[in-house]
């Protein structure tokens, strides 16, 4: 085995050092354009795509070569077990992986923290560790297509992004990134043998059929919808075209402006002063609310959707330390150092709760916005000014608009409506939700004669299968009161079965497939006083139902027939059936890959024609 694992160090040795050269040489310019560690999420994506290529194409070249048949046979007929020559090739591999991959931007980030002004936390070496394990579940994934008997077995490369690719913190996502090694590398050794064509037994069949199967699963997803679409496209009645739209649907709802779409949640008003409100309403008096934000950064994320930079008019960068919970200032023209930031502005040493998000309203004021907290960045000095807290379950939405002499604030439970009172913010009305705050599309406020109009636009959920999509018009006002002036229905763009596509394919594989969204904490947004697994018990409508029982029987049925072409075991064909009855098409389809057809018998002399005894 340790002859082995040298062997594998000096056969890919030139390689890897011309990898780290370039590598070291790429990220290092590519650090001196943008902060990579403190980017947003796209960035870190794409060089996390980048990198598991490569790693990719390391296990199809490494694992190809020894696939020719007398490598092969010179590998596996040796005094060895077969795991211990696998732990020698992945060893190495991994050592290789380190080194060329993983060296380089930790390099870069070692130098970054010790010679510059940017921010170097520990959640950005956990980041490398998760680079370097998410290169490795590319290798493995590449080895195990290579080494499978199907070549449908290239789904497998599904499993690494649903596992691992999350906004969490980096214990959570490293745990999982371990886990997932773990599992491709149990499927790598169930088909690295001698004889690679040989019939697995059970342990192995299930321990390779479910993750193919929740691969199969995010496949048909991806595929079905991309095809659905493009028909569209082609017919040139996709929602996509600017010139086609439903009438009364949640697109058209999309593409208004903020008046449009105050104006539309008034046209079937029967209160007496709608007519009057629409006809003075001026695009200047009308504000948007969002929902500007709908997922903030935990504690010591590996990425975060809206990165942790923000700049002032005095050409300075801020950038969130998790380490310290503040904001570490740096001159960008000088690179020099400006100080740290706090809860109360620079200078102040009191740490946030949590990573803040810059937010802007209607008047291109700055805000600083976490879940619980929101405050106003002073134009000059950068002071903040705390406006809104909220406890408990309520968190804060993100959105704020400036309206006459009032604020609105938008939370996952209500729109605040704050009125300046002596130079301070005062509570004025409330208004609670008419949606989750996960289906709301977008809010919109309005200044009127007889006070302020909210609009609420549901729908940011419906092609996840929330049918109900209503808009729904308030009035407050002066005296805080709320009226509820408007309410209609949203019309479906596309249909039942495209809304309810994640369901139908297999209900069962959905709820495996979502509930780590459910579990793991990423810093979503929650609905106000709704279970995290309310998205498995929404109501479906009877047509999804039967595409639903249809496909299973169809699935059932064919799994049937392909066991009986297969010749496997009555318990075998027993259990593949069922699997394909409870869990439908991605069953069978990887029933298809790991149970081949058995090809027909030879033909016995005599038979055919063919004399007995006739030269062959």
Known sequence: MIELFLSELRRFRNAAAIYFAASLVLVTVANQMVDIANERMELHIALLLLYSLSGLG??????????????????????????????????ASIVLIALAMALPPLIVLGLQGHFTQRVVDARHYAGVAYLALSVASSWLAGAYIMLHRSRWAFVILVLPILTTMHLASWGAVLALALACNAVLLFLVYTVFRPNRYTADDAVATVASAVPLQLSFYIALLWAGSMVFQIGQMMLGVHLLSASHAVPGGLVE??????????LAGLAGSADPRAADWRAGLEPRSVASLGPRVRQYAVRNPVSSRAGSMFYDDQQRAWSFSHDRMLYRGRHLRLATATGWMGAGGPGDATPFDSQPTPVGDNRRNGYLVNAHDIYQIGQRDLHLRHLLHVDGAEQLG???????????????RRV???QDSGGQPAPLATVNLPVPFGDLERVEAAEVADGTLLSFIAGYRRNEGVAAAPQVSYLVDAAGRVTEVGRRELAHDFPALFEHRDWWVSPLLYAVVSLPEMLIEKGLVPDHGASRFAPLLLPRPASVWTATIVLA?????LASWWTHRARLAPRARLAWCLASLLLGLPALLSLMVLQPRAEREPLAAGEAGQPTGAPL
């Open 553 to 557: 029987l169809v699935s059932c049925l």
């Open 416 to 418: 605040v409506l704050l």
């Open 253 to 262: 709802a999309r593409r208004f402006d903020g008046r449009e779409a105050v």
């Open 398 to 412: 993100g959105g704020i608009a400036m309206l006459g002499g009032r604020t609105a604030l938008l939370t996952n």
């Open 58 to 91: 390391f296990g199809l070249y490494q694992f190809g070569s020894y696939r020719q048949p007398s490598r092969w046979i010179w590998l596996q007929h040796r005094p060895l077990h077969r795991a211990q020559i696998l732990a020698g090739i992945a060893l």
